[in-house]
């Protein structure tokens, strides 16, 4: 099959992945193409978790004529028992000729598993089409996998000079209704949970609510990092809709206050702290295991700094206000990084709202 021809069948497959955007979790999003004769004759994605995979609805559709086609699909066809058959068994016995893949599949225990059983059976095996773009698509479920952690997105709305707020404290709002309105429709729509620290909630009582944008079933987990359980019971968090997790520290002794919050429906997690601060990749492997699969990281400046200083963060959205405040409200204020070896934002995209310029983009610690 011509070059041409394998990127062409591949990028059908990534855009049908992508009809499941948001869905599939803590699945990968996955499309997947039958092809005879160079030309697609069947297609299939992956929906929603529990759902038939990609190839098997790709084979499925076609019936008889999958034999003798070639199966391209942007992920290694899984080879073992979950939700579903595994997707080599099917492979198998449809009597396709070739499958060609993008990437393997990242769990260790699977990675190339697969594609090696695939060969035993005389099924000539392509792999590495279009892998980068494959990679990206999944990232939230490549990190997922490879480390038992959530992807974390931090969302940082400053003044021109870096600053979160004024000198007196105020933070509300730096930006204008346009970006907020992208804020709630695009970003924490997108998101399991949102992440802010104590300070927080107490300075501005959010309902880290989606309050804009499309309808969405439920709202995202609110995780607030409050050592010493200062939290208010009256709290715009314990009343908004969507589930409540407080982190406190495992030294913290007022169990008659984690005792009224439990009450109101709030899980604690107490973890070891250090000065009130948390190992930052210990508590997202709690939240993981919580089936938190992407975070977002909203603030203040202490929370953000010690996701940049952990390198714990993969991705920001950095909205840039139309003004100067001066003050301690910082953005970054950690340890900091060398000049010859600062933290980057790469792949970047910008967007112009009113009064703010958006930039967003991977973090690169390297």
Known sequence: MPESLDLKFMSECLNLARKAEGKTLPNPMVGSVLVKNNKIISRGYHKKSGSPHAEAEAINNAGRNAKGAILYVNLEPCSSYGKTPPCVDA???????????AVKDPNPKHNGRGLKILSRHGIEVKCGVMKEQACELNKVFLKNVTEKMPYVTLKVACSLDGRLADFGGESKWITDHDARMFSHSRIRSNTDAILVGINTVLKDDPLLSVRYGRLKTSNPIKVVLDSSLKVSLNSGILKGPGRTIIVSSEKCSNRAKAKTLANKGVKIIALPSKSGFFNIKDLLKILYSQGIYRLLVEGGGSVISSFIDAKAADYIYIFTANMILGGDYLVYNGRGFRLSKPV??????VKIFKNSVLISGDLSYV
């Open 91 to 101: 492979i198998i016995r449809s009597g396709i000729k070739k499958v060609v893949v």
């Open 344 to 349: 980057k934002v790469i792949n970047r995209e």
